[in-house]
């Protein structure tokens, strides 16, 4: 079955960079799209970044645009985001997503102290 397992989060100071990974296994990675995820404390989760198949055309949404970077590596099944000159806004648990699947990993926790 599907297995995505989302790593690389933790405490980062304002202005700080992290990366986050996350490694698929149960499907032919190479041929999916796939995107990030957050979710805020008492918010919903939203989507904040989709990369095609063969790593193209990047899509952000305008709050993290110029600051991550998705990109993959299809040899080794990982998604990656990089996160920079990271904001409060951006404290949340992330996960990767293959579209519309069901299945969702445990997500990483990302929290940007001031």
């Known amino acids: 079955q599907v297995q995505l397992v989302e790593s690389g989060g933790g405490l980062v100071q304002l202005g700080g960079s992290l990366r986050l990974s996350c490694t698929a296994s149960g499907f032919s990675f190479s041929t999916y799209g796939m995107s990030w995820h957050r979710q805020a404390p008492g918010k919903e989760r939203e989507m904040v970044a989709t990369?095609?198949?063969?790593?193209?055309?990047?899509y952000y949404i305008d709050s993290v645009k110029d600051r991550f970077t998705i990109s993959r590596d299809n040899s080794k099944n990982t998604l990656y985001l990089q996160m920079n000159n990271v904001k409060p806004e951006d404290t949340a648990v992330y996960y990767c997503h293959r579209p519309y699947d069901p299945a969702w990993g445990q997500g990483t926790q990302v929290t940007v102290s001031p």
């Open positions: 990369i095609r198949s063969d790593g193209s055309n990047p």
